[in-house]
Structure formats: structure tokens, C-alpha cells
């Protein structure tokens, strides 16, 4: 990582802030929480990003065994990146910066929330004491993006994309389910007016929104 600036601190907040407080380098992270992407992926979901830093931080993040490369089989046959058991070690690091960050002022000229972005803070703002008694398999659709759930034992399991056999399949833009979540828009006005399409019991739908802070 030559070039780059350090504290030259043996803090480890110290040392963890070398390897991933490079702008932008959390934010990777977090778009690879739920799997690999490509590297069109994820330029989609970091408005503002050029690849040229795009490529660096990659570069960065990899030689510090936080993301590794790796090529899909045939017909796919490209080339993703994807967290190392390292990296997802700043799964629980991120979700409590999702917490802290709804008490932070929003941006003035806020860009739109990529779908990882929007699933993130839903699974910061779960609440495991209202899910008493509920089990069910939930899948988000937003926008290209999909990503399942299943809530049992007052958890909030992810599963593999394959919606199939959801009890609930919730597919609309992230920026709307931001609005449903935070109380700005109701269920029932973005079923009428199409923002939201429900699979599923609209009541399952109620109930599991009101598991999310």
C-alpha cells in the first residue's frame, strides 16, 4: 500500500483504520456483505465512485486480505470480489455504524440508497423482542437486487436468493421501502398507488414491517 498515510499507532482501532479507513473502503464492504459482485456491481451501488479509485481501494483491500478475487464457473465465467472470513469479521462493525448513523444530519444533496445500503439498516434497526413467535421466510426485491430472510427464534436469518417458497415477497424501489420503514409512507398507500407489490399476506406484510425500527 505504498503511498498511502498511517497512524503509525499500535492501537488497533489505530491499525483497523489503516487497512479500511481509506474513503470509500467500508462502503465496498458493506455492498459485499451479502455476496459477490462484479466490479460494474459495484460502481452501481456506490454513487460517486470512479474506477480508478474503485480499483485502488480494491487493490488495498485485497492486499489486506479483507476482499479476494475469484472467477464464476461457465457461462458466467467473470471475475467478482468477495469478502474474506476476515473481512466479514465488520459485519456486526457496520450494522452498529447503521445504528449510529440514523442519529448522524443527512447529506444536503443525498444520492439514491443502493438496495444493499437500504437491506444494511433494515437489519440494523430488527427488533429481536417483537419477532417473539413469528416464523417466515421474507425476500426483498429492489430494484436488480434480491435478498432473503427468514425470521424464527426472534432472528433474522439471511438464505440464499432463491424466493421461490417465500411467505413473503416484497418487491419495490429502496428508496420507497426507506420511506415505509421510517414511518413516511404508509403500507397501504404504496399498495394502492404501486409503489410497493406484496406476494404474500398483506398482514404478514404489516407484521414484519413493524419488526424494523
Not at 125 to 150: C, D, H, M, N, Y
Request: aromatic share 6%; glycine share 8%.
Amino acid at each position: 500500500m505504498a503511498g498511502r498515510r498511517h497512524y503509525r499507532d499500535p492501537c488497533p482501532i489505530a491499525r483497523a483504520l489503516d487497512l479500511v479507513g481509506e474513503r470509500w473502503a467500508l462502503l465496498i464492504v458493506r455492498e459485499l456483505l451479502p455476496g459477490p459482485k462484479r466490479f460494474t456491481d459495484l460502481r452501481a451501488g456506490l454513487d460517486g465512485v470512479s474506477p480508478n479509485v474503485l480499483s485502488q481501494r480494491l487493490e488495498e483491500l485485497e492486499t489486506g486480505a479483507v476482499i479476494e478475487r475469484r472467477l464464476l464457473p461457465p457461462p458466467a465465467a467473470s471475475q467478482v470480489y468477495e469478502l474474506t472470513n476476515f473481512g466479514r469479521e465488520l459485519e456486526p462493525i457496520l450494522l452498529a455504524l447503521a445504528r449510529f448513523g440514523h442519529h448522524c444530519p443527512p447529506p444536503e444533496a443525498a444520492g439514491a440508497p443502493s438496495p444493499t445500503s437500504v437491506i444494511l439498516q433494515l437489519q440494523a434497526g430488527f427488533r429481536p423482542e417483537a419477532a417473539a413467535g413469528i416464523k417466515a421466510r421474507v425476500s426483498f426485491q429492489l430494484g436488480a437486487e434480491t435478498f432473503a430472510f427468514r425470521i424464527t427464534k426472534k432472528e433474522l436469518r439471511p438464505l440464499p436468493t432463491d424466493t421461490a417458497d417465500a411467505d413473503l415477497a416484497v418487491q419495490t424501489d429502496p428508496a420507497v421501502l426507506l420511506a415505509i420503514l421510517g414511518g413516511e409512507l404508509g403500507l397501504d398507500d404504496a399498495v394502492a398507488e404501486a409503489q410497493i407489490r406484496l406476494r404474500g399476506d398483506v398482514e404478514l406484510a404489516r407484521t414484519v414491517i413493524g419488526l424494523f425500527r
